[in-house]
């Protein structure tokens, strides 16, 4: 056996044993590891595909992500319930890539015609993501982000707890974010400002509930006085602001 071999086994040796402790810790199986990398590895394509299309409506997926994880500690969900909603907020807007860039970058107000265009979104995001088994219900919880708790929202006019509890979420997280984040046009509203706006909009827009779940949270988020983030799915330290 030559030298080179040696080194490829011992390399292979090496991360197969970093593999079985990685398993260990997260009380996977190898085979269920490997799934869980697997399915991790399609996320990082989608959203490397998505950060292509748009660099801020990749940073915005991101911060979402980070919000509603947040509030999912707050609400006293489950790893797993966590995961799957950190999943489902970096996806919301991943039907975007399907948004012509006239649309989708247009700096300026929306056509009547362009914003029917852009809520088509969701939708879009439905279709790329049903195709995989194992985002089914991410893909529900994509689709159906932009439903108001009124019943006044799109594409299907769901109302309240009809709603999927992930969707309610993630769409107080995503105004959250269009609201206090800089972007070249204007400065983001301060964190006050914007609670009170989600306040305003609780019952109607939002779920009242979950809208003082957020704020809670996101108050304590603000006094640690971090600048980035981290998620589980996608490793890198991330800025809290789109400036």
Not at 46 to 70: E, I, M, N, P, Q
Not at 93 to 105: C, F, T, W
Request: charged fraction near 30%; proline fraction near 4%.
């Amino acid at each position: 056996m030559t030298k080179k071999n040696n080194v490829f086994q011992l390399s292979e040796v090496k991360e197969n044993r970093e593999r079985l402790k990685k398993a260990a810790a997260l009380e996977l199986s190898p085979i269920e590891l490997v799934k869980k990398e697997y399915f991790e590895l399609v996320i990082k394509t989608l959203l490397s595909a998505l950060k292509c299309k748009d660099d801020y409506t990749w940073g915005h997926s991101l911060r979402v992500a980070y919000f509603c994880v947040s509030v999912g500690h707050e609400m006293g969900f489950s790893a797993a319930e966590i995961y799957e909603l950190e999943v489902s907020a970096l996806f919301h807007d991943i039907g975007k890539i399907g948004v012509p860039d006239s649309v989708l970058l247009k700096p300026s107000r929306l056509t009547d015609d362009e914003f029917l265009e852009m809520k088509l979104h969701p939708s879009k995001s439905y279709e790329i993501l049903q195709d995989f088994p194992v985002f089914e219900q991410m893909a529900i919880n994509a689709k159906y982000h932009h439903e108001r708790y009124d019943g006044r929202g799109y594409p299907e006019g769901l109302r309240g707890d009809k709603i999927p509890l992930f969707s309610r979420i993630i769409l107080i997280s995503d105004t959250f974010d269009a609201m206090t984040s800089t972007r070249p046009y204007r400065k983001g509203l301060p964190f006050e400002v914007a609670f009170a706006e989600l306040r305003e909009f609780a019952g109607t827009q939002f779920d009242p509930f979950i809208v003082e779940k957020f704020i809670s949270c996101m108050t304590k988020e603000q006094n640690k006085n971090e600048d980035t983030f981290n998620l589980q799915v996608i490793e890198g330290n991330f800025k809290k602001n789109a400036a």
